[in-house]
């Protein structure tokens, strides 16, 4: 067994590898790998945190959240990771973000082991430059430069390559990790190692001794001298070193580590071939799920294969190893996924002894498409009864309601904010008001699907109708708020969409009765499973990547988790509002009377919703007259803590603390107020600091409050109105799923023609296009027809 430690110092980077590359590899791919190396100076974009790490070895990690503990972790780079595509030298990019991973791990005081391949297609590189220069110079002169390209150059050794590249592939690693201050040691073994006592004992020291020196080991099979795998050749109960993969499985069991990482050139393991049309991949995998997969072929390098990794990962999961394989090739993921599995994230294929109580959150989604599409299939009054029944269930069930809910609220006292324990808390009077909103979704769910919206005649027996349908399958996160679960379980039911609810921890138990009595409405008509109740440890960054299974995301709840959605989400629509920043304009001919009735309702009526007034905007000429000081006194016996802006503390003697940004939503008994010197000054301010929210003017001036009404570009604009009326409820719509600021699609407080879109359906009679070309017969009509007429009852 060879043993070679690498911390010779520390160079310069470029000063001691350049010269190295110059010497081994061709003009060519001096330049590629001079890049590569360049960057490696400048990745460092990846946070270092310090975590707990102490963990008793024996039991692999039943979840992936668990993985942010893993003390002791091994990376195996498969062949595929580190070679590039021509299978001849390294993918040096590839390897200096995977080293700078390694190496921020490391330094948060992890202990990190790399098993990583290469040495052959590095040999490769060296020996065929080597071919090449070994051609006479008069061979070349006389063949052209083009038949010099189309040299035949033999078919290299294995082992020969293996010889050749062992220590280039050192010198590489050593050269990457000094830019970090870690130190690299090479260790080759071969299957001996493993089965004589006496070696793996000095195996087993010698890593131990490393780590404790806080040096990397980088371990590879010594391939100069290693056989050929035989195959069924592995020991009872014991795993034969074949490839990298028993390798990485053998050291991880052996070093007792907690976590092996297997990067390879796919996602991870799918239950068919990856590339099959219904390939799907195995979020988590555990012990007896072979039977449901079917193994591919091995990538286009290496020894191993699918099947020789799952192998290699049960065995190690058997020792008390956690596993994940994941695709360390990809250039949109490769720079962060060590990083991203290590913090828990839904990367990869997670191996797991641990099997969930229920479904996973896939399963979930699928269940929720199926069940979505038969109750889009119901016929209306079906789907108004399961509304119905749902209303009459809150009425019915509300002591067990109300006990799970103050199960809740004695968990969450003293952790959450007066404001959010007033979100969470449910009440007698808050479920008769929810099931009143959800008998009017029911009345006005009577022809939401399938209602037409347009019809044209295209030419004679050819019709076309454009119809409203179901959006699909919907994922609805929600903060602090379980009433509402059934206000988007009814508007779900009445527009025909499955559903995912994500709800917030400190709503567990409110929120699991609440679906299971949708669940229960649900089932009078066999469409239980359309709405589900996501409560796995599903990341909500983890949800927002499902993009095949759900098609639209709705967050409701804090400005931050809107936020964290729309940039987590990929690929997938997401309907909301990121803040709900608030103006109210009171103009120089406003009502005394009004004012401060409009201004307390906004503010103080409930200061946590998104609809709540956060700016108030006072027209110059009302400065020191009867009608602000009555605002100000209103605010002040309200307890509202008033900052200025800049203009209106430039009038004040003594101001009150002066705002520290104009474009702030408070969620509290908090407002700014600015002056301005005109309705449209008013207009450019709400443009400029708003969040195209909700917005009103208060004055007695028809024109001004038209001229405002249609110069406000927001989502609600009220005239003499409180900004709370901004509310699905009170628009008469039922219930909403949210307030939408977007331009697309739906705006405003989103009810059930929000979660509708449309089809097109053409019914015709043998009809082609080439019958409506120049010569054809046909001529297009192209006249409109009459719709149906809506039922408004």
């Known amino acids: 067994m060879l043993r070679q430690v690498c911390?010779?110092?520390?160079?310069?980077?470029?000063?001691?590898?350049?010269?190295?590359?110059?010497?081994?590899?061709?003009?060519?791919?001096?330049?590629?790998?001079?890049?590569?190396?360049?960057?490696?100076?400048?990745?460092?974009?990846?946070?270092?945190?310090?975590?707990?790490?102490?963990?008793?070895?024996?039991?692999?990690?039943?979840?992936?959240?668990?993985?942010?503990?893993?003390?002791?972790?091994?990376?195996?780079?498969?062949?595929?990771?580190?070679?590039?595509?021509?299978?001849?030298?390294?993918?040096?990019?590839?390897?200096?973000?995977?080293?700078?991973?390694?190496?921020?791990?490391?330094?948060?005081?992890?202990?990190?082991?790399?098993?990583?391949?290469?040495?052959?297609?590095?040999?490769?590189?060296?020996?065929?430059?080597?071919?090449?220069?070994?051609?006479?110079?008069?061979?070349?002169?006389?063949?052209?430069?083009?038949?010099?390209?189309?040299?035949?150059?033999?078919?290299?050794?294995?082992?020969?390559?293996?010889?050749?590249?062992?220590?280039?592939?050192?010198?590489?690693?050593?050269?990457?990790?000094?830019?970090?201050?870690?130190?690299?040691?090479?260790?080759?073994?071969?299957?001996?190692?493993?089965?004589?006592?006496?070696?793996?004992?000095?195996?087993?020291?010698?890593?131990?001794?490393?780590?404790?020196?806080?040096?990397?080991?980088?371990?590879?099979?010594?391939?100069?001298?290693?056989?050929?795998?035989?195959?069924?050749?592995?020991?009872?109960?014991?795993?034969?070193?074949?490839?990298?993969?028993?390798?990485?499985?053998?050291?991880?069991?052996?070093?007792?580590?907690?976590?092996?990482?297997?990067?390879?050139?796919?996602?991870?393991?799918?239950?068919?071939?990856?590339?099959?049309?219904?390939?799907?991949?195995?979020?988590?995998?555990?012990?007896?799920?072979?039977?449901?997969?079917?193994?591919?072929?091995?990538?286009?390098?290496?020894?191993?294969?699918?099947?020789?990794?799952?192998?290699?990962?049960?065995?190690?999961?058997?020792?008390?190893?956690?596993?994940?394989?994941?695709?360390?090739?990809?250039?949109?993921?490769?720079?962060?996924?060590?990083?991203?599995?290590?913090?828990?994230?839904?990367?990869?294929?997670?191996?797991?002894?641990?099997k969930p109580a229920g479904p996973t959150v896939e399963q979930q989604g699928e269940m929720a498409r199926s069940g979505g599409r038969m109750l889009a299939t119901l016929e209306p009054e079906q789907r108004a009864e399961i509304i119905h029944h749902l209303a009459d269930l809150l009425t019915d069930q509300r002591e067990e309601i109300l006990l799970a809910n103050k199960k809740d609220l004695e968990e969450a006292e003293g952790r959450l904010a007066a404001p959010l324990l007033k979100r969470l808390s449910l009440s007698t009077s808050k479920l008769n008001s929810l099931a009143i909103g959800l008998r009017q979704i029911a009345a006005s769910s009577q022809d939401s699907v399938g209602r037409v919206l347009r019809r044209t005649r295209i030419a004679k027996n050819l019709e076309l109708e454009q119809v409203t349908v179901p959006i699909g399958v919907l994922l609805v996160i929600f903060e602090s708020r379980p009433d509402c679960l059934p206000q988007v379980a009814a508007l779900a039911i009445a527009s025909g969409n499955g559903l995912l609810l994500k709800g917030g921890k400190e709503a567990t138990h409110s929120n699991r009765i609440l679906h299971l009595l949708a669940q229960e409405a649900l089932s009078i008509h066999g469409v239980k499973e359309a709405i589900q109740l996501v409560n796995t440890r599903e990341e909500v960054e983890d949800l927002c990547r499902l993009d095949k299974m759900i098609d639209l995301i709705i967050p409701r709840g804090s400005s931050q988790l809107v936020r964290d959605i729309q940039k987590a989400a990929k690929g997938i629509p997401v309907m909301g509002h990121s803040e709900g920043i608030c103006h109210m304009y009171v103009d120089s001919e406003a009502s005394v009377d009004k004012v401060t009735r409009l201004v307390r309702d906004s503010k103080c009526e409930y200061p946590a919703a998104c609809n709540a007034l956060e700016t108030l905007l006072i027209h110059r000429d009302l400065l020191r007259t009867p009608l602000f000081d009555q605002i100000i006194d209103m605010l002040r016996v309200e307890q509202v803590k008033i900052h200025a802006g800049p203009k209106f503390a430039s009038y004040l003697t003594f101001s009150p603390s002066e705002v520290k940004s104009l474009r702030t939503e408070y969620g509290d008994l908090e407002l700014c107020i600015e002056v301005v010197d005109s309705v449209q000054e008013a207009i450019d301010h709400i443009h400029k600091y708003g969040s195209s929210h909700t917005d009103v003017i208060v004055t007695e001036n028809e024109k001004t409050a038209e001229f405002f009404l249609q110069h406000v570009d927001s989502a609600c604009v009220f005239w003499n109105a409180s900004t709370r009326f901004s509310d699905g409820y009170r628009f008469g719509l039922g219930a909403e799923v949210g307030i939408s600021t977007s331009r697309i699609h739906a705006r405003g407080p989103v009810g059930l023609e929000g979660l509708l879109t449309t089809k097109w359906l053409l019914r015709g009679q043998d009809h082609v296009v080439s019958d409506f070309s120049e010569h054809g017969n046909l001529k297009y009509l192209h006249e409109n027809l009459p719709v149906p007429q809506r039922n408004t009852n």
């Open 7 to 354: 911390c010779s110092g520390f160079q310069p980077f470029r000063q001691r590898l350049l010269p190295w590359l110059q010497s081994t590899a061709l003009s060519r791919s001096h330049r590629v790998q001079s890049s590569a190396i360049r960057h490696v100076r400048s990745w460092s974009n990846i946070p270092f945190i310090t975590v707990p790490l102490s963990r008793t070895h024996g039991k692999s990690f039943a979840h992936r959240s668990e993985l942010k503990h893993a003390k002791r972790i091994v990376v195996k780079l498969g062949s595929a990771v580190v070679t590039r595509g021509d299978e001849c030298g390294l993918a040096l990019g590839r390897l200096a973000s995977i080293v700078e991973q390694v190496s921020v791990l490391q330094n948060q005081g992890r202990e990190m082991m790399l098993v990583t391949s290469g040495a052959v297609a590095f040999g490769k590189q060296r020996l065929r430059h080597e071919i090449l220069l070994s051609q006479s110079v008069r061979q070349a002169l006389h063949s052209g430069q083009n038949q010099l390209k189309e040299m035949a150059i033999p078919v290299l050794e294995a082992r020969a390559c293996a010889a050749a590249g062992q220590s280039g592939l050192m010198a590489l690693y050593e050269a990457m990790f000094t830019q970090y201050s870690i130190c690299a040691a090479q260790i080759l073994v071969t299957n001996l190692d493993f089965h004589d006592e006496q070696k793996r004992r000095n195996l087993n020291g010698t890593l131990h001794e490393l780590l404790r020196m806080n040096i990397v080991p980088i371990v590879n099979t010594n391939d100069a001298v290693v056989p050929p795998a035989e195959p069924n050749s592995d020991l009872q109960g014991v795993i034969s070193v074949k490839d990298n993969d028993s390798l990485a499985a053998r050291l991880a069991v052996e070093m007792k580590t907690d976590l092996l990482i297997v990067l390879s050139d796919v996602e991870g393991l799918f239950d068919s071939p990856p590339g099959s049309d219904d390939a799907k991949l195995i979020d988590i995998f555990y012990p007896g799920d072979q039977q449901s997969v079917t193994f591919g072929t091995k990538s286009r390098v290496g020894m191993g294969g699918m099947e020789a990794k799952v192998k290699a990962a049960l065995w190690a999961l058997q020792g008390g190893t956690s596993v994940v394989i994941a695709n360390g090739t990809h250039p949109k993921v490769s720079g962060h996924v060590i990083t991203d599995i290590v913090e828990g994230k839904k990367v990869g294929t997670f191996f797991s002894e641990v």
